[in-house]
């Protein structure tokens, strides 16, 4: 079955970096997007970007611009996100999820599906 | 506007039937994808498209929209239906992802 596993919990300093993997299997790796969200505890959910893994090409979310890189090792069927100059306002559970969809009639439709376990980020001093 | 808004909570009891709307400039464009997130959990997709369910999901999830809201319809909601719901579509310029603000639906 499709399964997006990511890496561990991380704890990081302000102003240091850290970089979370999402390691696929189960589909062809380079025929789905994969997009990055992030929930801050009790908060709601907020989308990072998209990576297309078969391109490399990427998509940022204004707020990230300039600070977050979505990177992929296809040997491995491996994404990775890379989000510098922490805060502890980026203290949060971040997501990977796998990018379905299809356009019909006009209208297209985009779903993530499976997502990844997610992982801890703690920014602390 | 990029914005999608929800409701911040709403309840129901055992059985009854509950709507979650979620409002936006871009559902007029785009179809509206609903995820289900209990505590500790992942999101789990919930519909997407015009009104599809994944394998898994019970037949009382439902989707509908109409201009710029888009609904989710939980027809006799179940204890374990109790969590939060997000709403998903893209941006009005089509090129990145918005998520909704979130629900919390209670079943009493």
């Known amino acids: 079955q499709v399964q997006l596993v990511q890496s561990g919990a991380e704890v990081r300093k302000p102003g240091a970096s850290v970089k979370v993997s999402c390691k696929t299997s189960g589909y062809t790796f380079t025929s789905h997007d994969i997009n990055w969200v992030r929930q801050a505890t009790g908060q709601g959910l907020e989308w990072m970007g998209w990576m297309n893994p078969n391109t490399g090409d990427t998509g940022y979310a204004q707020k990230f611009q300039g600070r977050v890189t979505m990177t992929r090792d296809t040997s491995i069927s491996t994404a990775y996100m890379e989000l510098s100059s922490l805060r502890s306002e980026d203290t949060a559970v971040y997501y990977c999820a796998r990018d379905l969809g299809y356009c019909s009639g006009g209208s297209c439709s985009n779903w993530f599906d499976p997502w990844g376990q997610g992982t801890l980020v703690t920014v602390t001093s | ?108």
């Open chain 2, 1 to 108: 506007s990029s914005e999608l808004t929800q409701d911040p909570a709403v309840s129901v009891a055992l059985g009854q039937t509950v709507r979650i709307t979620c409002q936006g400039d871009s559902l007029r464009s785009y179809y509206t994808t609903w995820y289900q997130q209990k505590p500790g959990q992942a999101p789990i997709l919930v519909i997407y498209g015009e009104n599809n369910r994944p394998s898994g999901i019970p037949d009382r999830f439902s989707a509908s929209s109409s201009g710029n809201t888009a609904s989710l319809t939980i027809t006799g909601a179940q204890a374990e239906d109790e969590a939060d719901y997000y709403c998903h579509s893209r941006d009005t310029g089509g090129k990145h992802y918005v998520f909704g603000t979130g629900t919390k639906v209670t079943v009493l």
